[in-house]
């Protein structure tokens, strides 16, 4: 039996927008992953005091999004699950797909200064491969100033030559438009702009 590479993408997606599906295509791309699962978050534990749209609606809308693409799944672990920590998440999922799955958990690039305030995260360096997601303006010559010395050691800045590869994190920059679901939130009157960043269906 195929052991499937699948790219873990989490997020409230509120909203799911292009740069989510670019992150995704060129990350499976780039590390020839068999799918892409959108983890979707419950309440975040570092966003527990913003105001977050239903599940059934963010659900909703990366159910469109992703129509598209048979690669891209929604994972709806976490919004059952009693823990919203990433390694738990991990951990569960390596449990219960074995030797079915091996996971390639997707974060930003600028969670690299803070990661070592992630909850167990030497565990996560550990016994899993982290892809971290690059802003385009940063350049890929070396780390970021200020990330910690213990996930330092972890992580390489993303060449071809690397894939595939079997062990170790990557800072790749695969050169995702500038937006967040943040940016769409606060600008609910400029309808114009939230066009460009999300989807049609998405928008609708």
């Known amino acids: 039996m195929k052991t499937l590479r699948v790219g873990i993408l989490g997020g409230t997606f509120d909203p799911v927008h292009i740069g989510h599906l670019h992150v995704a ?3 499976r791309r780039s590390f020839r992953l068999d799918e892409i699962w959108f983890l979707v978050a419950r309440t975040p534990p570092h966003k527990k005091r913003m105001q977050i749209s239903p599940v059934w609606h963010r659900c909703g809308m990366l159910a469109i999004a992703t129509a598209e693409y048979p690669r891209f ?3 709806d672990y976490e919004l059952t699950s009693n823990s919203g920590f990433t390694v738990d998440t991990l951990r569960a999922l390596r449990r219960k797909y074995r030797a079915q799955a091996r996971f390639y958990f997707i974060a930003g690039g600028d969670a690299l200064r803070d990661f070592h305030k992630w909850y167990r995260f ?3 360096l550990n016994e899993f491969h982290i892809v971290f997601v690059n802003r385009p303006e940063t350049g ?3 780390l970021p100033a200020g990330v910690d010395p213990r996930v330092a050691k972890h992580v390489r800045p993303y060449r071809n030559s690397d894939s595939p590869w079997e062990k170790g994190s990557f800072l790749i920059e695969v050169g995702a438009p500038d937006v967040s679901s943040t940016q769409i939130r606060r600008r609910p009157i400029e309808l114009m702009k939230i066009q460009k960043w999300v989807s049609p269906a998405v928008y609708q």
């Open 122 to 124: 030497e565990t996560l």
């Open 25 to 27: 295509r060129e990350v």
């Open 73 to 75: 799944k929604i994972c």
């Open 140 to 142: 890929l010559q070396k």
